[in-house]
């Protein structure tokens, strides 16, 4: 995938896109931010089940049955949360998407209001970071049960972490404040001395949870490659070799397991062996941010191939994202916002990019988006909906894809 400058072509595909959707995205935009005024930045989360008071003793703290509570909640069609005394609560992760969709809107708009929303963002990030290690980084604000592993509220994850630490990265670009740098250079600290690596030949695996946590799964693609994303561009910024050299390893490592298609595992073990999209676009943003800020072009092959089985496997003619590789339902919103921000990020090396972009984010909110501002988390059929408002998972992700979509863009029109 070679990379290029934005062409006559691909400006009129801009135009394209912009005159059919820009309004529509503003707007968008507009009642989202509304949704989460009044609510002020809180909301329910994707896996946040085993927040509910009333039902959480009788689990008896039992591996199963917290996994039953969890994925009762999660799964089924109706908000149960209030019900069941799951509080709306803030999110680290939501609030780094936040920060990141409020910098985008900023820059689009020049509308101070912004860049002062994301300035507030960053400061209740570095007031909320987990403690007792060795550098900033951030978790879960509840208790989650996977199916090998417990992780209570306050262990931070390499995934929430790494995008985090991306959004103080773009807020020292963009605000040009050297304390942002700091808590992206002290994430980088927190990977490399409070993660496991898992060698593997030549390369290695980033673990996606602390080493003291016991856990089985530790080794999965888009965890590694987040870690390596920000490992690699806080080296841009720095200079600083190790941060490179473990991002290059790390990165071969998800390199090596690509498959024949083009495609990504979640992960390698046995019970990860599934494909989708989201997951799959982090891994393909993380080999784009890993060539921009190292120039090691090592990874192009790699990253053309991922990139092109994602585009041809994950969307209908329509525009419609589907979840995975081999079949279509859920229509999950994770998938939509990721999508346009992948479709977004690879415009320079995609000319037609955009304008898929421009389908999803059009068939999303005339389907996922409420009337009062938010999104939905999951659309089953044309008739059953899971209309929960997750914060991270659908709000926060949604903001920071529509203010990047309309950047690219380019301000609307008065």
Sequence with gaps: MASTTVSAGNEHAIRAVADDTRDKVYSSILRLSDWLERNQLRGYDTFDGL????????????????????????RFPLNLRPLLGVPKAHSTKAMGFFARGFLRMHQATGDPSWKGKAEKALHWLVEHQCSGYSG????NHFDYQSRSFYLP?????????????????EGYDACRREEYLEVAVSACKHICRDLERFPDGDTLCIGYIPAHVPAPNKVVHNSNTLAASLLSRVYAHTGNE??????????????????AN???YYGERFNLHWVDNFHSAYVLDSFKLYTQSTGDHGFDDVMQKGYTYWKQTFFLADGTPRYYDRKTLPIDIQCCSQAID????????????LAL????????IDRMQDRTGYFYYRRYSSWLVNRTPTLHWGQATMLCALAGLYKALGSRQQ
């Design 51 to 74: 927040e509910a008071r009333f039902v959480r003793p009788l689990t008896f703290e039992s591996n199963f049955l917290r996994t039953v509570l969890q994925q009762g909640i999660r």
């Design 262 to 264: 083009g495609a990504w």
């Design 342 to 353: 992948t479709l977004v990020f690879f415009q320079d090396l995609d000319p037609d990019s």
């Design 153 to 169: 509220k306050g262990v931070p994850t390499v995934v929430w972490t790494a995008l985090i630490g991306h959004a103080f990265l």
């Design 242 to 259: 190790s941060f490179r050299s473990l991002a290059e390893r790390a990165m071969r490592y998800t390199a090596k397991y690509q498959q």
């Design 136 to 139: 900033a980084c951030w978790g």
């Design 357 to 364: 972009a421009g389908k999803i984010v059009n068939w999303t």
